[in-house]
């Protein structure tokens, strides 16, 4: 049986009590991956010498009883575009095949300092673009749950390496859902933090004013350990904020009487599917009966937040992505001709197709003569759906609705049809936009796949946000489920 099943503080009191080493547990890891990552495919890149290392390690620390982290032994993994000193980083692209970068991002050092063992890195959607896991150059990521169906994107291989039970817990990035949507499609716990809690440094940059980087766990409890390693003021991030953390595990008192919460209406309209609705509407009863009450409120620029976050995000992936030209960065074409053709060349053949997808509406967006009509435009839709929130706060603790409109869809179902994949997303871009924190957790099922409820809070303020989610969390199963593999 897997050391995977037990919670944070119970597998730290089987070190503690050394009824397990941490070498037993990294072998376990690394024995469950060897079993079922050919089926899953989360991992891109296995760290098994410099695991092992790690966890002798934090054994001798263990036996010479110096103090310990707090995610002593836990075994984890990294997603690919979150940089990892001597490590291979890819971004799940061919232009980075075989990148070694020669430094850590900040929140790879805070989980060493926490005493973490780095058991690999994650597949996900190339440069972080997708929300299936269908775009990654080295091959899908498939769902636990389905093998036939997508885990979600761009983090589908921080979120099925969990639901899989291969590692503890995993780091992923979330730019417009990208944590909370493959939470949900797979059955897992999937935070995004306040934009400015946690540094990007590090963190190969998709679209700079929406990229946060986030942690993935099968409790909300152990989100509430991860957070709380991986949070804080950077100065190597210039957008990293000088704000207080408070003690998030304190938070999770289970105490929610008469906590206001928002349901949007936008939130469970049209194109929400009638079992997703219901397991929502079902949660909130759970949370009715713990002590707090609900209201139907509305969000009303929701409905353009899809087409502003392409713009925006585009935009700025067409600026961040121009480093690769494979003079400064990436994989260099051999007949590369003039400095023209080597450019147009490298970049033809190391960008997958929707990559490029993205660079050319963001190149278009920004040129001249289209910046006002597209743009700005987007940056002002953008305040708009942030003014929304915070109006709703001003009454409101939390925001409540499903993370997703549907469950998992099949492999190569929407590959054709990129407008109907965007959508998939349509109830996390609002959040991503307004940079505020949410998180995703299991609330129940649909056709035996995973259906996530997300609970949004107010800037900063991911105190509550883990407080609801612990609240409901402990009054249901959903989350004890497993995936037959």
């Known amino acids: 049986m897997s050391l995977f099943q037990y919670r944070l503080p119970e597998v730290h009191n089987m070190l503690n009590t050394k009824a397990v080493s941490v070498s037993e547990l990294t072998e376990d890891s690394l024995s469950v991956i060897a079993e079922r990552d050919s089926?899953?495919?989360?991992?891109l890149t296995l760290n098994e010498e410099g695991a092992r290392a790690k966890a002798r390690e934090l054994d001798d620390k263990l036996a010479s009883g110096t103090a310990r982290g707090l995610l002593f032994g836990l075994p984890a993994g990294i997603k690919d575009n979150i940089v990892t000193q001597g490590l291979?980083?890819?971004?799940?692209?061919?232009?980075?095949?075989?990148?070694?970068?020669?430094?850590?991002?900040?929140?790879?050092?805070?989980?060493?300092?926490?005493?973490?063992?780095?058991?690999?890195?994650?597949?996900?959607?190339?440069?972080?673009?997708?929300?299936?896991n269908e775009n990654s150059s080295f091959g899908a990521v498939r769902n636990p749950w389905d093998l036939e169906r997508v885990p979600g994107g761009s983090s589908g291989g921080s979120a099925a390496a969990v639901a899989a039970g291969e590692v503890f817990f995993t780091l992923g990035s979330d730019t417009g859902g990208s944590i909370r949507q493959p939470a949900s499609y797979c059955g897992v716990v999937g935070l995004k933090p306040t934009y400015g809690l946690v540094s990007r440094y590090g963190l190969v940059a998709f679209a700079s004013s929406l990229d946060q980087i986030g942690p993935i766990t099968r409790t909300v409890e152990d989100s509430a350990y991860v957070l709380q390693a991986i949070a804080g003021y950077d100065a190597?991030?210039?957008?990293?904020?000088?704000?207080?953390?408070?003690?998030?595990?304190?938070?999770?008192?289970?105490?929610?009487?008469?906590?206001?919460?928002?349901v949007p209406k936008e939130y469970l309209g049209e194109g929400v599917d009638a079992?997703?609705?219901?397991?929502?509407?079902?949660?909130?009863?759970?949370?009715?009966?713990?002590?707090?009450?609900?209201?139907?409120?509305s969000l009303p620029h929701t409905e353009y937040a899809v087409a502003a976050y392409y713009l925006l995000s585009s935009s700025e992936a067409s600026s961040n992505l121009a480093r690769f030209d494979g003079v400064r960065y990436g994989v260099?074409?051999?007949?590369?001709?003039?400095?023209?053709?080597?450019?147009?060349?490298?970049?033809?053949?190391?960008?997958?197709?929707?990559?490029?997808?993205?660079?050319?509406?963001?190149?278009?967006?920004?040129?001249?003569?289209?910046?006002?009509?597209?743009?700005?435009?987007?940056?002002?839709?953008?305040?708009?759906?942030?003014?929304?929130?915070?109006?709703?706060?001003?009454?409101?603790?939390v925001v409540i609705g499903p993370t997703a409109p549907t469950t998992a869809f099949k492999l190569g179902s929407q590959t054709e049809d990129p407008l109907t994949m965007y959508l998939n997303d349509i109830l996390t871009i609002p959040v991503s936009l307004a940079g505020i924190p949410a998180i995703s957790i299991p609330c129940g099922f649909a056709e035996g796949l995973p259906v996530g409820l997300q609970i949004i809070g107010k800037e900063f303020d991911e105190s509550t946000v883990l407080r609801v989610a612990h609240a409901f969390e402990q009054h249901t199963e959903h989350h004890k489920a497993r995936p037959q593999l």
Request: some cysteine.
């Open 275 to 297: 079992q997703v609705r219901e397991s929502v509407l079902s949660a909130l009863k759970v949370l009715e009966g713990l002590g707090a009450v609900w209201e139907e409120v």
């Open 88 to 132: 291979r980083t890819t971004c799940a692209s061919q232009f980075l095949t075989n990148f070694q970068p020669v430094y850590d991002a900040t929140v790879v050092s805070k989980l060493r300092q926490a005493d973490a063992v780095t058991i690999g890195k994650l597949n996900m959607d190339e440069f972080a673009m997708g929300g299936s």
């Open 39 to 43: 089926k899953v495919h989360a991992f």
């Open 332 to 397: 260099r074409v051999d007949d590369g001709g003039g400095l023209l053709d080597l450019y147009h060349n490298s970049r033809s053949q190391g960008f997958g197709p929707e990559v490029k997808r993205r660079i050319m509406l963001g190149t278009y967006a920004l040129s001249s003569g289209y910046y006002d009509a597209y743009y700005l435009k987007a940056q002002k839709v953008r305040t708009l759906i942030k003014q929304d929130f915070d109006e709703v706060f001003r009454k409101y603790d």
């Open 236 to 262: 190597q991030d210039s957008t990293s904020a000088k704000v207080n953390i408070p003690d998030y595990l304190n938070s999770l008192t289970g105490d929610i009487s008469g906590l206001r919460i928002a």
